[in-house]
């Protein structure tokens, strides 16, 4: 009796050791230069406002309030980086948002609470489905049409506000800023525990399929699990926080594993990357282009609700100027402008660099010219080193795919 040796069994298992140094590549600055470059700001920032006497910069109040100002911007951030996945971009969602803002305070006290946010609701969906048609059925390019609806919107906000600033008389809306919800500390060790505990089943789980990589997800686990214990027992009052922090925490995991873990999330990238082998390859890349749009338009009329609950006030130049930063957080995060490339949470991080940024220069009384210098030069950084490291991953791809040159017999042998 003779055995067949299978394919499987020529496929040599990878040790668990090459497996720890494959999830260790995620941790090259390449690869996580967004969380290097938070790490090194917030450090300057710490010493620096030592030094010259200034409060406790990474205190529970000073955190507390950044997060609270980052959230808005970060929720956007998410999306538009959905929308940079599917090879797209969004230049409207700041427009958009004004305009939720200002329709829900225009009609809340005239429709009520609930028909006049389903009407905020309902315009960014609007916008974005218009964007959707124009961009992929109609074929016009997409930094064209959200400029054109980024300033026709705009036009409509004045329109709606008579060029003046509106106030309600309805608190309704304000109770989505005020409202604050905590977690006991406990909960949050627990959630720690889970993290980490999830990692080491992922780990043994490794250790027995060769199939099965420890990658960045691996390596954010264990993070986010000592990151969370840390906050439990050292700072328990960063667990109670307005509730748009929550909702972009939320946001943020839910659609992290959406785009990781799910059928549409895969499909997403591939028609990001590439989207004739997407459609040879049976999906629908009309349908992956177009929905980022729609979701991005919702997002952003979500967010001017927040706005609208924040102020309880929203004037013609509302959140002018937001799409840039939202974008520029998308790229410090990593998020490739060509598509099929994108982390929604290195985006989250990116979106705190440059709220950080402001906070700083304020606790240090720097002006406001510098802080602009100083983002911008930030942002060209960090697009440098993405495009760098970009091209010696492609080098690298290329050398290691050159077929080797066969051996020549030595002229003379015999």
């Known amino acids: 009796m003779t055995i067949q040796k299978t394919q499987h069994d020529d496929v040599p298992s990878m040790s668990i050791g090459s497996r720890l140094r494959s999830a260790s590549h995620s941790l090259r600055p390449q690869r996580a230069g967004v969380v290097y470059a938070l790490v090194l700001l917030v450090l300057i920032l710490v010493i620096t406002t030592v030094a010259i006497g200034q409060p406790a910069y990474l205190s529970s109040i000073n955190i507390s309030n950044i997060l609270g100002q980052v959230a808005p911007d970060a929720i956007l951030a998410v999306f538009m980086t959905v929308v940079l996945i599917s090879g797209n971009f969004d230049l409207s969602v700041a427009s958009v948002a004004a305009l939720s803002a200002a329709i ?3 009609t809340i006290d005239k429709i009520g609470t609930v028909p006049a946010i389903l009407l905020a609701l309902a315009v960014g969906a609007v916008v974005g489905v218009a964007n959707a048609i124009l961009v992929q059925k109609v074929g016009v390019n997409a930094f064209i049409v959200t ?18 600033s509106v106030t309600a008389k309805s ?7 005020d409202v604050v919800l905590g977690i006991p500390f406990w909960v949050g060790a627990l959630v720690g525990i889970g993290l980490i505990a999830i990692a080491v089943f992922r780990f043994r789980q490794a250790r027995r399929s060769t199939a ?3 990658d960045g997800f691996f390596v954010a686990l264990i993070i986010a699990g000592i990151l969370m214990l840390i906050v439990s027992f050292a700072a328990p009052d960063l667990l109670t926080q307005p509730l748009p922090v929550w909702i972009m925490v939320f946001v943020t995991v839910a659609v992290s594993l959406g785009l990781r873990f799910l059928v549409p999330g895969r499909k997403l990238y ?5 989207p004739e082998a997407a459609r040879l390859s049976g999906i629908n890349v009309n349908f992956y282009k177009m929905a980022p749009f729609v979701l991005s338009g919702i997002a952003a009329a979500a967010v001017g609700l927040v706005y609208a609950g924040r102020f309880n006030s929203v004037d013609p130049n509302a959140l002018t100027g937001t799409e840039l930063t939202v974008i520029a957080a998308a790229i410090l995060g990593g998020t490739s402008l060509f598509g099929g490339a994108g982390y929604v949470g290195k985006s989250v991080l990116g979106t705190v660099i440059l709220f950080t940024l402001s906070n700083g220069f304020n606790m240090l009384n720097l002006g406001s010219n510098y802080q602009y210098v100083v983002q911008g030069v930030v942002l060209i950084a960090a697009s440098a080193v993405y495009t760098v490291a970009s091209r010696s991953r492609n080098r690298r791809k290329l050398a290691d795919s050159a077929p080797t040159p066969a051996p020549t017999a030595a002229l003379g042998s015999e």
């Open 212 to 214: 099965l990589p420890l």
């Open 147 to 164: 400029l054109g609806a980024m300033t026709a919107v705009r036009g409509v906000v004045l329109i709606v506000l008579n060029g003046e």
């Open 270 to 274: 591939a028609v990001g990357s590439n």
């Open 104 to 106: 829900a305070l225009e």
């Open 171 to 177: 608190q309704a809306l304000v109770t989505i800023d």
